[in-house]
């Protein structure tokens, strides 16, 4: 196909729409693909009704009681699935008696709340709520809780967790890969009287216990390019443009196959007169996007709060709720932090996560 135009619309796209009118764009490849840009008459967010499972949908994370905020023996919960992704939600309160390995897939856990440390093969990563932990498949680790309960998205993944490519940004865009933090290497602890240790291995959706006559963690040197990592959003600078709204995909912080793990972090709003400020309205043609909100001020949504998880389904729309456009005329800064999750393949919410979902989200566009 090739770039044509028809009928009332701008030169160029987020950029002085005409009055009266509202943009939605159509693309393909998430954000990063071919696009068409239609000028509506209506939101297209302005429904009557939806009956059906593709509809927007949103879960109040802080209402879940994980296994593992009653036992310190169980696991987290999981809440949705896709054949490439798994979210689940940690709101562990006490030190986990076992070390794990995940033999399935890779792990990044998102620190809501809580405060503590990642033991691991490669040494000791600390962790405080902004942070990003990424566990390569395969690694022994264990979360040691020094203050809680937390709440911690953990995001698993059949695909090896990378960073994207940045192409023209170059290597150092959004952050530079030194502010990546290196396990530390403690001195190897004594038995101190303990006889046995327990390894538990999910392999499959399944677990094997091990039992050793010694620590597990027992590594005293390393070398190589499979390590877990840190990273805080504080650190997350993101690319801005003071003349054009940039979409989501300039956000990409992880990718692992069909999987982006986007972060939308503090920034300076867009300044020249006519440009869109504000998210688009969109479709989402090829991935179901997940969003968890973490602190701050979520200007093109209301009634959600920290701690909120929202699902938009591939083929409905989704864009700012009502008023946010006009209310972004008189901002100059983003305070939002958030955690977007796109899977190539639909999501499925798992029973749990419907025990605590806010019914009325998918009319929360509505102004009829």
């Not at 896709?82 to 709101?91: G, W």
């Not at 979360?143 to 709440?151: A, L, N, R």
């Not at 920290?306 to 864009?319: A, F, V």
């Amino acid at each position: 196909m090739y770039l044509t135009r028809k009928g009332q619309s701008p030169r160029q796209a987020h950029v002085n729409i005409p009055s009266g009118l509202y943009e939605e764009e159509h693309g393909r490849k998430g954000f990063a693909g071919p696009a068409s840009h239609l000028y509506r008459m209506h939101p297209p967010t302005n429904w009557l009704r939806i009956d059906g499972p593709c509809r927007p949908r949103a879960f109040q994370c802080h209402d879940l009681t994980p296994p593992d905020f009653f036992s310190k023996e169980d696991r987290p919960v999981e809440i949705l699935r896709s054949p490439d992704v798994r979210v689940h939600i940690s709101r562990r309160k006490e030190t986990m008696p076992y070390y794990f390995r995940n033999a399935d897939g890779d792990e990044v856990h998102f620190v809501h709340k809580g405060r503590g440390l990642l033991e691991t093969d490669y040494g000791v990563l600390s962790y405080e709520p902004g942070d990003y932990l990424v566990i390569p498949k395969g690694t022994t680790y264990r979360t040691v809780v020094e203050e809680g309960p937390g709440v911690v998205l953990i995001i698993e993944t059949h695909g090896p967790v990378m960073l994207p490519e940045r192409g023209l940004l170059g290597q150092h865009a959004l952050f530079d890969p030194e502010v990546l933090v290196v396990p530390e290497l403690p001195t190897p602890a004594k038995n101190k009287g303990q006889h046995e240790w327990e390894l538990r291995i999910k392999r499959d959706g399944t677990y094997t216990k091990v039992f050793y006559p010694f620590s597990p963690l027992d590594v005293v040197g390393w070398k190589g390019e499979v390590w877990p990592t840190k990273l805080n959003v504080r650190d997350f600078r993101p690319v801005t443009s003071p003349r054009y709204h940039l979409p989501p995909s300039v956000h990409a912080t992880f990718q692992a196959g069909g999987v982006w793990i986007s972060t939308f972090a503090p920034r300076p709003l867009e300044s020249e007169p006519g440009a869109l400020k504000i998210p688009f309205y969109h479709r989402n043609t090829d991935f179901d996007e997940v969003l968890f909100y973490h602190k701050g001020n979520f200007f093109s949504r209301s009634g959600i709060h920290p701690g909120t998880l929202t699902l938009h389904p591939q083929g409905i729309h989704h864009g700012p709720h009502p008023g946010a456009v006009e209310a972004s005329q008189t901002q100059t800064q983003t305070n939002e932090v958030a955690v977007m999750v796109e899977s190539r393949r639909p999501f499925h919410v798992m029973l749990e996560a419907e025990a605590v979902e806010l019914k009325n989200y998918s009319m929360s566009w509505s102004t009829t």
